[in-house]
């Protein structure tokens, strides 16, 4: 008989952390969580989790740990804060699935190994349905012996790809992602406004672009489902995008180049989240370009349900 999964420590169950998390447990790893927000918990406590006070209460129970957490300052804080990972007595295994940039993964990476302490940087892509469904892309970079030990829990969360040995490289990869995507649907949102504003019906043009060369995830999926509805609702807030194309446009310009599209979609996020737009859904940034052009993106279905 197969023996039981060991307990394994999820810190950070927010909007993806939370999705993640319970297919871990409905899949038969027995959790141990913490978040700062009590009522995150909850849900998760009803389908078996046991709950910690604090990441190193986590990492003093579990050997290997998952974090999903918002910013860099937060994980090196959960990671080598006074009360963190670092501290804990179990804990062999890192496994961060937030997206940071390489610069504190590597940081972080640095001074967990000097204690004995392995990471796997391994962000995520997919949104809150991909980790809904368990599809997400998962971006792996550590030693091959550690992201052995995670992979059969990482594959109950999407498909893997191993990107790098080296913290950090998962992490660069996942930030090119993103900024491709939200720099692909700022423009997206910018095609449909001007269509609009010059008489074409925004379900046509999207099944015309989904046709041809122009498709792109923001046209095929995004749009359809948040936009045209105007439901707005595809899981993903407006600061978080700011932040994941800030993030990868520091880190390249780091390197020396200076990427100008890239720059301008970043301007027009951060537009909308300077506007007070941070905690809106990513799919509002077209209502900061309507007002431009005097018109509303508004679909058969948003149409049929005023």
Partial sequence: MAAKPALKGFIGVGVMGSRMARRLIKAGHPLIIHDVNPAALKPLVKLGAKVARSPREVADQARIVFTSVPTPPVLRDVALGADGIVRGKAVKILVDLSTTGSAVEKEVAKALAAIGIDMVDCPVSGGATGADKGTLAVMVAGKPQSIA??????????????????????????????????????????????GVKAGLDPDLMADVINAGSGRNTATEDKIPRAVLTRTFDFGFPIAGACKDIGLAIEECQAMGLPMIVGSAARQLWQFAYNQGGGKQDMTTLVKYLEPWAGVTVRGKAARRGK
């Fill in 149 to 194: 030990a995670v992979r059969s829990a990482l594959a109950v969360i999407g498909k893997v790809f191993i990107v790098g040995k080296t913290p950090g490289q998962a992490q660069m990869m996942k930030l090119l992602n993103n900024m491709l995507s939200t720099s692909a649907l700022a423009m997206s949102l910018e095609v449909f406004v001007a």
